[in-house]
C-alpha cells in the first residue's frame, strides 16, 4: 500500500505547477476550466436539486452521448454548435422516452428513467467505438474526462488574435450565458422550482421553463463533458448545492456558495492529481465529497456534530 | 460476388458454426458466463424493478467501483476473492450512505442516490488511474470494468457467476413467498412477523452479487440495464411474480446469448454496449406486438372498437332520423344522417359505405353525382333490428336510470349514449324483468322491437298519429 501514496512533496506539488510561465499558463488553464465547469454545473444544478430532477439530469447526461457521436460523425470535428445540436436532440429525445414510456405504459418512472438512459448510453458507446482509435474523442475520456488535456486542444483566433482554447472558450460562454439567464429569470426559475400550483395561478409557462431549463442541463453539459466526462458532470451538478444547503437555506446564499466552492473544487482536485498522479476529474469530485462530508458533519443549518450539541447543550 | 464477398459471408458462417457448435474452449466460456449472468441478473431484476429499486440497482453499480480498485489494489492481480470483497464492502458502504443521508438530512432521494452514485463512482475512477500509472497496473487493463471485456473472462471468473447465479435461484424459490410478501406490503410483512430487515439485506446482498460478477462481462455503467431491461419486458408480459422472474431470467439471457454472438462476429463490437441494445430491442418488440398486452394490437382492438360503435351510432341516427318522420318514408338522405351525426359528407359516405359492406343497409345512388347528399340509405332487415336494438338498449337504460336510480330525465342521455353500445343481452333481459317490459321512455318515445316493426305497430302507431 505504500506505494500508492507516494510521499508528499510539498514544493514539488504545490510550487512547482506555477514556477515557470510556460507552467503558470498551461496549469492556470486547467484550474479556470475546473472552476469554470464547476461554476456552471453548480448554478444550473441548485435548480435541478430543488426541483428533485437529480436523476433526470443523470439520464440526460448519460443520454446525450449518441447525440454527440453523431454529430462527432457527420462533422469530423468537435466543434461546439454541431456537437451542442446532437446533444440536445439526443437530450430532448431521451427525456420524451422516459416521459412517454413512464405515462403510456404499465413501467413506473424510475423503471423508465433506467432503462432509456442506459440503452442510449449503450447507443453511444457502441457509435464511439466503431469510429476507432483516430477519432479524439475515446470511451474512457467520455466516462471521467480529460481536463488535462485543455491547455492542448485547438485555440481559436479572431482575425490574428488568439483568443484561448477552445473548451475553455465554449465553457466561459456557457458560464456567461448561464449567469445571465439565472440573473434575469430568477424569479420565473425560483417559483416554478418550489411551487408548481403557485407558478401555474401567476400565469407562469411553467412547462416551458422547465424545457428551457433542460436545453440550459444540455448545454451545460456538452461544455463540461470533455473535461469531466459525463458520469462527473452529474457529481458537479449536485454536490455544490447540497453541500451549500448545510450551510444556508436560502437560494441567493446557495447561489453564490458555488463561486467558493468551485475555486476549492478547481484547485483541491489539481493538487490531489498531482500528488497522486491520477485523473484531475475525479480528485475534483473526491474534493467535493470531502467538503460535502465535512459539511454533513459541522454545518449549521443541519450538521450531525451540530444536531448532536445542540442536543446536549439543551439537556 | 467479389472474392472479398464470398470471403466474409464463409466468414460469418463458419463463425456461426463455431459459435452455435460450442465445441470451442473460449466459447464455452463465454456462453456460460452469459448465460449465468443473464439469469442472476433478470431474476434479480424483477425484484428490483417491482420493488421501485431501479435507481437503487445503477447506483450500486456505480458504488462498487471504488472496492474493485481496492481489492486489486490490495492482491495486486486481478481474478481474485479480494476484489468480489472489496466490491461488496463498498456497495453496502453505498447504500448505508443513502439510508443515513435520508435519515439525517433534508435531501432529497433523488439527490442522495445522485451524490453516492458520482462521489463513489469519483473515488474508483481517482483509484484506478492511480492504478494505471504503477507498475503492475499496466498488466490488467482494469479498465475493462468500466465496459466489460468478455474474451477477457476466464474459468474462475464463470465458476465465481455460476456460484452466485445458483445461490441466487436457490434463495429466491426458498425465500419466495417472504421475498414476494415484503416486496408488495411492507406493512403486512411486518405484521405477521415477518423477519423484514433481514430479507431486506439479504435481497440487497444477492443484488451485489448478481452486479458484482457481472461487472467482467458488462461494466459498472451497463450492468444497471441488465437488470432493469429483461424485467421491465417481463413486466409487460405478465402480471403474476413468478411468471415474472421466470420471463426476466429467460429474456436475460437470450439477450446475453444473442448480444454476445453477434459481439463474437465483428472485431469491433463491444460485447457489453450489444448485449444491452439486444436487451432493449426485445423489449421495444414486445412492447408494440406482444399478442395481449402490445401497445399495436392494444391501439387495433381499440379501432375496432371505435369503428363498432361509428358503425351503430349511424344506425341509431338513421332510425331516429325515420322516426322524425313518423315512419312515413323508409329511406333517409345522407345530408340529414350527416347533419344528425355531426360528421362531414366525406366521412358520412364512408359510413354508409361501411354499413353496405356489412350488409345492414342498402345504398340507393342519386343520378346527380354533384350532390351527394342526396343519396338515400335505406335499412335491410339485419339493419333494422341491429338499430332497434341499439336504440331499445339506449332507451331503456334511460328508464332504467329514471325509474329505478331516481336520475332527473335530462341527465340520462350522455349516460345511455356510452352504455347502449356495451349492453350485452342477458342484462337488457335483466333490465326489461325489472322494469316489466316497459313501451315507452322517461321521453314519451317508443321503446322498440323488431317485433314491434314485423307486427306492424309502428305503422299502427304511425296511423294513429296521423289520424
Keep these: 500500500m505504500n506505494e500508492f501514496f507516494p510521499p508528499l512533496d510539498l514544493v514539488d506539488t504545490f510550487w512547482m505547477p506555477w514556477a515557470t510561465s510556460k507552467d503558470f499558463i498551461w496549469n492556470a488553464q486547467i484550474v479556470t476550466m475546473g472552476i469554470m465547469v464547476s461554476l456552471s454545473c453548480g448554478l444550473i444544478g441548485s435548480f435541478i436539486v430543488a426541483r428533485k430532477l437529480a436523476l433526470m439530469g443523470d439520464a440526460i447526461s448519460h443520454g446525450i452521448l449518441p447525440g454527440l457521436a453523431i454529430a462527432f460523425i457527420a462533422t469530423q470535428s468537435k466543434a461546439l454548435f454541431p456537437m451542442f445540436i446532437g446533444a440536445c436532440g439526443a437530450g430532448l429525445l431521451c427525456s420524451f422516452c422516459i416521459e412517454w414510456l413512464a405515462k403510456k405504459t404499465p413501467l413506473k418512472m424510475d423503471a423508465a428513467l433506467g432503462l432509456t438512459f442506459t440503452s442510449f448510453f449503450a447507443l453511444g458507446v457502441l457509435l464511439i467505438t466503431q469510429m476507432g482509435n483516430h477519432a479524439h474523442i475515446d470511451a474512457e475520456c467520455l466516462l471521467y474526462g480529460e481536463i488535462g488535456f485543455t491547455p492542448l486542444a485547438e485555440s481559436i483566433t479572431w482575425g490574428s488574435i488568439e483568443i484561448g482554447s477552445r473548451p475553455l472558450l465554449s465553457i466561459g460562454t456557457v458560464t456567461i450565458i448561464i449567469i445571465s439567464i439565472i440573473t434575469i429569470f430568477y424569479k420565473q426559475l425560483l417559483v416554478t422550482s418550489f411551487d408548481q400550483t403557485l407558478s401555474v395561478s401567476l400565469g407562469l409557462p411553467v412547462r416551458t421553463i422547465h424545457y428551457g431549463l433542460m436545453l440550459l442541463l444540455a448545454i451545460t453539459i456538452v461544455a463540461s463533458f470533455e473535461s469531466v466526462g459525463v458520469i462527473l458532470v452529474i457529481a458537479m451538478l449536485i454536490f455544490p448545492s447540497t453541500t451549500a444547503s448545510f450551510f444556508f437555506t436560502r437560494m441567493p446564499a446557495i447561489l453564490f456558495c458555488s463561486i467558493p466552492l468551485s475555486i476549492i473544487y478547481s484547485l483541491g482536485g489539481f493538487f490531489l492529481a498531482r500528488w497522486l498522479d491520477c485523473s484531475i476529474a475525479a480528485s475534483m469530485v473526491v474534493v467535493a465529497m470531502l467538503c460535502f462530508g465535512i459539511a454533513w458533519a459541522f454545518g449549521p443549518e443541519d450538521g450531525v456534530v451540530t444536531k448532536l450539541f445542540l442536543k446536549r447543550n439543551q439537556n | 460476388m467479389d472474392a472479398a464477398q464470398v470471403n466474409s459471408e464463409v466468414n460469418l458462417i463458419s463463425k456461426t458454426f463455431r459459435f452455435f457448435s460450442f465445441s470451442d474452449y473460449s466459447v464455452q466460456v463465454v456462453v456460460l458466463g452469459v448465460i449465468f449472468m443473464g439469469v442472476g441478473c433478470g431474476l434479480m431484476g424483477g425484484f428490483v424493478v417491482t420493488r421501485k429499486l431501479s435507481l437503487f440497482g445503477d447506483t450500486l453499480s456505480h458504488a462498487v467501483l471504488p472496492g474493485v480498485a481496492v481489492g486489486f489494489l490490495w492482491s495486486q492481480s486481478k481474478n481474485s476473492i479480494s476484489i468480489i470483497v472489496g466490491a461488496m464492502i463498498a456497495g453496502f458502504l453505498g447504500v448505508f450512505l443513502i439510508s443515513l443521508l435520508k435519515k439525517t438530512t433534508r435531501i432529497g432521494l433523488d439527490s442522495a442516490l445522485g451524490l453516492v452514485l458520482s462521489g463513489f463512482y469519483a473515488v474508483g475512477i481517482c483509484l484506478l488511474t492511480r492504478i494505471q500509472k504503477m507498475e503492475f497496473g499496466n498488466q490488467s487493463g482494469i479498465d475493462r470494468y468500466l465496459f466489460g471485456q468478455i474474451t477477457g473472462i476466464s474459468a474462475s471468473d464463470v465458476w465465481a457467476m455460476g456460484i452466485s447465479c445458483i445461490l441466487i435461484a436457490l434463495i429466491t424459490m426458498i425465500f419466495y413467498k417472504e421475498l414476494l410478501v415484503t416486496g408488495f406490503d411492507h406493512g403486512f410483512a411486518h405484521s405477521i412477523g415477518l423477519p423484514v430487515d433481514f430479507l431486506q439485506y439479504l435481497l440487497w446482498m ?262
Design chain 2, 206 to 467: 444477492l443484488l451485489a452479487f448478481a452486479v458484482i460478477t457481472s461487472l467482467q462481462v458488462i461494466g459498472v455503467i451497463l450492468v444497471s440495464a441488465l437488470l432493469i431491461i429483461p424485467a421491465a419486458t417481463a413486466s409487460i408480459i405478465t402480471q403474476k411474480m413468478r411468471n415474472l422472474l421466470v420471463w426476466s431470467a429467460l429474456l436475460g439471457m437470450v439477450a446475453g446469448v444473442i448480444g454476445s454472438y453477434i459481439s463474437f462476429l465483428g472485431s469491433r463490437l463491444p460485447t457489453g454496449p450489444i448485449i444491452v441494445l439486444t436487451s432493449t430491442l426485445i423489449f421495444i418488440l414486445t412492447l408494440f406486438f406482444h399478442s395481449q398486452n402490445g401497445l399495436l394490437f392494444k391501439w387495433l382492438r381499440l379501432r375496432g372498437k371505435e369503428r363498432k360503435i361509428a358503425l351503430e351510432n349511424t344506425l341509431k341516427a338513421v332510425y331516429q332520423e325515420l322516426e322524425g318522420n313518423k315512419f312515413s318514408e323508409d329511406s333517409v338522405r345522407l345530408g340529414n344522417l350527416a347533419k344528425r351525426r355531426r360528421v362531414s359528407m366525406p366521412e358520412m359516405y364512408q359510413e354508409a359505405i361501411h354499413l353496405v359492406k356489412k350488409e345492414l343497409a342498402f345504398l340507393i345512388p342519386v343520378k346527380n353525382q354533384n350532390l351527394p347528399s342526396e343519396n338515400t340509405l335505406t335499412l335491410s332487415p339485419a339493419g333494422w333490428s341491429e338499430a332497434c336494438r341499439i336504440v331499445r338498449n339506449h332507451r331503456l337504460w334511460e328508464l332504467y336510470l329514471t325509474n329505478e336510480v331516481q336520475y332527473a330525465a335530462d341527465h340520462v342521455h350522455e349516460d345511455a349514449e356510452k352504455i347502449e353500445h356495451v349492453l350485452g343481452d342477458e342484462t337488457v333481459r335483466k333490465i326489461e324483468r325489472i322494469l316489466s317490459n316497459p313501451r315507452r321512455d322517461p321521453h314519451g318515445k317508443l321503446i322498440p322491437s323488431r317485433q314491434d316493426i314485423e307486427q306492424g305497430f309502428i305503422e299502427k302507431m304511425v296511423a294513429k298519429n296521423l289520424s
